[in-house]
């Protein structure tokens, strides 16, 4: 199961400098865990950490200048950090699987002269088979939309950048061929749009196979921006077969998996029903003009309710049920603030569905949630928590639990994390 161990935002929003897990230069500190929550008051920047992600994932399939506008995030200088100039920063420091050696990818975001974002750089880092220690060296190195990319899969001299690694001379010497070795090993990249990334173009193709899984590995997250309105809407009948990020082919998905997996489905539904009160049975009806239902049994009554007639929290739950019983999952999973909308028992259901499907021993997704919810943090260990608060600069600060040897303790003799941080021992001290 692929795995983001850590990760780094500059200048995002409220988000001047923040670490979460573990680096390729920070190797003492512990990798995020399988499922990883952000905690923290109104207004300290959790929908902004849970915007990174969704901002990385549209850079990729849209571009950067494009990615800046949509979403509501109203350009390049609304997304900068306020009062700050330099380029919008990232590294993801991730796993393939549990024995791959971790991949770094680093971008850096800036304006143009003529006010128009565009990549200032980006970079692929990884550690020769056999290496431990040392500084990675990179397969992939982009400044303004031209240099060097490794071509192979992992054996061969890489380019080394420590000392007075020039990446302009370097460039001009394999052109020239002056450098032997290493233009048999590496191709001179140039993109003709700056405002693409990089991965983008080279993960489409064959001779860069670590680029390729890095690419499909950001493609292949899951960022929820369900709505229960979405879920309503009645949707052509046709399988689909996986939710999209805002939850309006539902009852297209129940349908693949009605069809595709008839005896699991089954139980899947059953498995569902259960968690939700008052519900015995789930089902689909298509309609005489070729649009799917999504049929709801309750308990109490003996005809079906349908979802466009169901309250925002049933229709919520059984959304991210269903999703995590996806044949083949996302790697990773980002929700915000799954809790609007629920009854505090049925939110304690859905965060130990969550943290089970995380942590199992089938290698679920990565799940990755911002809360302000303390009974969705009682199910959770404080090695899964972090806390974000506002820093005397007014920019975001942030702390794992875990930290805290007191919280450990008084988790361990049985108190409930959630518990505790409404009790306010989660507080900076």
């Given amino acids: 199961m692929s795995k983001v161990e850590g990760f780094r935002v500059r200048n995002y929003r409220v988000i001047h400098d923040v670490t979460l897990g573990k680096l390729w230069n920070t190797q003492n500190a512990k990798p995020l865990t399988a ?33 800046c506008d949509s979403r509501g995030r109203g350009g390049f200088e609304r997304i900068r950090s306020q009062g700050q100039e330099g380029s919008i920063e990232f590294d993801i420091y991730y796993k393939e699987d549990h024995n791959a050696r971790p991949i770094t990818y680093e971008l850096a975001i800036d304006i143009d002269l003529s006010g128009r974002p565009y990549v200032k750089g980006e970079r692929l880092r990884q550690r020769r088979k056999g290496q431990s220690r040392g500084q990675p060296f990179s397969f992939l190195i982009l400044n303004e939309g031209r240099g060097i990319a490794w071509k192979g899969e992992q054996e061969g001299k890489q380019v080394e950048e420590e000392g007075d690694f020039d990446l302009s001379q370097l460039i001009e010497k394999i052109q020239k061929g002056e450098a032997e070795e290493e233009s048999k090993e590496t191709e001179v990249v140039e993109l003709d749009d700056k405002r693409k990334l990089g991965i983008a173009t080279l993960g489409s193709l064959k001779q860069h196979p670590r680029i390729s899984v890095f690419r499909r590995f950001i493609e292949g997250w899951y960022l929820s921006y369900f709505t229960p309105d979405a879920a309503r809407s009645l949707p052509l009948a046709g399988p689909q077969k996986h939710l999209n990020i805002h939850g309006d082919n539902l009852g297209n ?3 693949f998996m009605e069809r595709e997996h008839p005896k699991k489905f089954q139980s899947i539904l059953e498995k569902i029903a ?3 009160p008052g519900i015995n049975k789930i089902s689909t009806e298509k309609s005489p003009d070729g649009r799917l239902l999504l049929r709801f049994n309750d308990k109490g009554f003996k005809d079906p309710f349908y979802a466009q007639q169901m309250s925002n929290g049933t229709l919520k739950v059984f959304a991210y049920l269903l999703l995590l019983e996806d044949p083949s999952p996302p790697p990773f999973i980002c929700v915000e603030e799954p809790e609007n909308g629920l009854y505090h028992k049925l939110l304690e259901t859905l965060a130990r569905e969550f943290r089970e499907h995380a942590t199992g021993q089938k290698g679920g997704s990565q799940i990755f949630v911002t809360t302000h919810q303390p009974y969705f943090v009682d199910a959770l260990e404080p090695e899964e928590v972090w806390v974000l608060e506002k820093g005397e600069n007014g920019f975001a600060k942030i702390r794992r639990a875990s930290e805290d040897p007191l919280i450990n303790n008084l988790v361990s003799e049985g108190l409930p994390l959630g518990g505790l941080w409404y009790s306010d021992y989660l507080d900076a001290r």
Wanted: aromatic letters at 8%.
């Fill in 35 to 67: 499922m990883t929550a952000v905690i923290g008051k109104n207004g300290v920047g959790k929908s902004t950490i849970f915007d990174t992600f969704g901002f990385l994932a549209d850079c990729l399939k849209n571009g950067v200048e494009e990615a």
């Fill in 253 to 255: 998905v129940v349908q």
């Fill in 274 to 276: 259960s968690k939700i």
